[in-house]
């Protein structure tokens, strides 16, 4: 499902002392299918804007459509948009409250309205997507590890079988093989779903290896919006906002400085090291 965000505005506490605008015109459109990562410093807008296209609360101005439809018409059937996108918090806890696991996951497809027969098989098949181990299904979600934590969150998304599924920090804490799995899962649920996937990360490794385009966020406006390799590009306007480059990013720039002549404008790993190949005649 495409989503179009069209000169979205957003202020907190609008009309007292305490205002803030935490959005100002934001315009821009993510195609069916697109793997777009949302990026900027702590402040820059990103946590409002994914809650507004989520359809949590409503735009100041503006509105966002969603496979063509306006969420905010006073028309718009929001039940519907629960089922279509699917939003992974930061932290698991906030999505976490039923006694176990199970229950847990049941709980969004069964506000779907679905046959408790099929609420069931979603959660089951969402929780083995996840790994979850079975023993656990039964287990207080409070009594599982952050990493476990994480999982049942995700399932409890992806039992509702979202089009769109934001992800917001969804490795933090993680160890490096927890976030090699959670982003193998997340390539494959788009490659066999065709999931839209919009994905908040401070991490520029994890960005530059898996995402496609990038959207850069400044003090509530969009900075600069393209394909990654070209965002990367921009390394010293990053910086001005707080912005890191990937480190493939910062080792071919260092052996280029140092007269190995390799290109800059690789950001993936694994380009990197067939370019490193290259320019040493191995």
């Known amino acids: 499902m495409s989503i179009i965000a069209d000169h979205l505005s957003y202020t907190y506490n609008a009309g007292t002392v305490y205002e803030s605008r935490a959005l100002n015109d ?13 990026l900027g410093h702590t402040g820059s807008g990103k946590s409002t804007l994914i809650q507004l296209i989520a359809g949590l609360f409503k735009p100041t101005s503006g509105t966002v459509y969603v496979d063509g439809e306006d969420i905010f018409d006073e028309d718009y059937n929001t039940h519907k948009l629960r089922g279509q996108i699917g939003i992974v918090f930061q932290y698991p806890e906030h999505q976490l409250f039923e006694a176990d696991v199970f229950t847990d996951v049941c709980f969004g497809p069964k506000n779907l309205g ?10 089951y098949e969402a929780l083995k997507m996840v790994g979850l181990r079975d023993e656990a299904f039964y287990q207080s979600p409070f009594e599982l590890s952050g990493g476990e934590k994480r999982r049942v969150a995700l399932a ?24 090699k799995w959670m982003f193998r899962l997340i390539s494959k649920l788009r490659k066999e779903q065709g999931i839209t996937v919009l994905l908040v990360s401070h991490s520029m490794d994890d960005v ?32 001005e906002i707080g912005l890191d480059i990937p480190d493939v990013c910062k080792v071919m720039h260092m052996l280029n400085e140092n007269g190995v002549k390799v290109d800059t404008d690789v950001i993936r790993l694994k380009q990197a090291a067939d370019e490193i190949i290259r320019a040493a005649g191995i």
């Open 208 to 239: 530059a290896e898996n995402a496609d385009r990038l959207i850069v966020m400044k003090a509530g406006t969009v900075f600069m919006d393209g394909n990654a390799k070209k965002v990367f590009s921009y390394y010293n306007e990053l910086a």
């Open 156 to 179: 409890g998304v992806l039992a509702m079988k979202p089009k769109i599924l934001i992800l917001d920090e969804p490795v933090a804490g993680l160890d490096p093989a927890g976030r």
């Open 26 to 38: 934001v315009s821009f459109k993510i195609e069916d299918g697109e793997y777009v990562a949302l």
């Open 114 to 123: 679905l046959e408790r027969s099929e609420v069931e098989l979603r959660a």
